[in-house]
């Protein structure tokens, strides 16, 4: 017998005696079979016209057919959040974290881990800051941080310390000043650029090349301000997720085996 996946193969089968050799008898000494090959499942169907008999549903399902998937009833429904409560949810800070180290070994472990490229920018905070350490927090087009405030308790009902862990998130403070800068140091020469273009293309029209920074100056001023708006905006959702991530990565590193 050939079986073949995802294909319908009928094959015949003879089981019994053979046929009498003399033409005179005729009784049927034989009972034919016919094989249904589906997708791999073998059934069969008794041709004998006194046992005929159907093969079984599932044996002739076609290809891409599937059983229906019933949900249990005591499956949780789905939760829907309203884009104010998702933005919420994810610019919320992460939740404290409490482990049963002391500060020294919780700073050994997370470092060991960022070694093996596990925790992407960990520094632990130098003495006298006020982290205990810090972990990058990508974002775009500005980075930050996220920033881990440590509270020691010395003693638990385990007989060993525990710390807790808090949470704080911090854009990095070189680039939104750069770009600042950068935006104020551009709108001066802005308007000497544009007044010499207005008056090579628009001669005639002195009236507006000579009074150029009347109003180029608030537009780009104007302009400015939202572009600094829109940047910070970004950064700020963009580092907040990347934050939550560094979180969860930081709670299964110290989470006890």
């Known amino acids: 017998m050939l079986v073949v996946p995802g294909r319908f193969i009928h094959v015949q089968e003879c089981v019994g005696e ?4 003399h033409a005179a008898d005729k009784k049927p000494t034989t009972n034919h079979r016919s094989f249904y090959v589906v997708r791999g499942v073998q059934g069969s169907k008794n041709t004998d016209p006194t046992q005929n008999r159907s093969p079984p549903a599932d044996n ?3 290809m891409g057919d599937q059983p229906p998937q019933l949900a249990p009833a ?6 829907t959040l309203t884009k104010a409560q998702a933005l919420a949810q994810l610019l919320a800070i ?3 974290l409490t482990v049963p180290y002391a500060t020294p070994e919780i700073v050994s472990a997370l470092d060991a881990a960022a070694r093996r490229g596990k ?5 632990p905070g130098a003495p006298g800051t006020a982290y205990l350490f810090r ?3 990508f974002g775009t087009p500005f980075e930050g941080w996220l920033l881990a405030h440590a509270t020691l308790t010395p003693t638990t009902a385990g007989g060993g310390p525990s710390t807790t862990l808090t949470y704080s998130r911090r854009l990095k403070p070189l680039w939104p000043w750069t770009f600042a800068l950068v935006l104020l140091l551009s709108v001066w020469p802005g308007v000497l650029l544009t007044e010499s273009l207005l008056a090579a293309m628009l001669p005639n029209w ?5 009074t150029t920074w009347y109003w ?12 600094m708006h829109q940047a910070l905006k970004r950064s700020r959702l963009t580092t907040a997720s990347s934050a939550h991530e560094a979180a969860e990565t930081i709670k299964s590193l110290l989470q006890r085996p």
Not at 18 to 21: E, F, G, L, T, V
Not at 74 to 79: R, S, T
Not at 119 to 123: D, K, R
């Open 18 to 21: 053979p046929r009498a050799k």
């Open 60 to 62: 002739l399902r076609t």
């Open 74 to 79: 005591d499956a949780p429904a789905a939760v």
């Open 94 to 96: 992460p939740d404290p």
């Open 119 to 123: 925790l992407a920018g960990f520094e």
């Open 135 to 137: 972990a990058e927090a």
């Open 206 to 210: 002195s009236w507006l090349w000579k």
């Open 216 to 227: 180029y100056l608030p537009l780009s001023t104007l302009g400015g301000i939202a572009g």
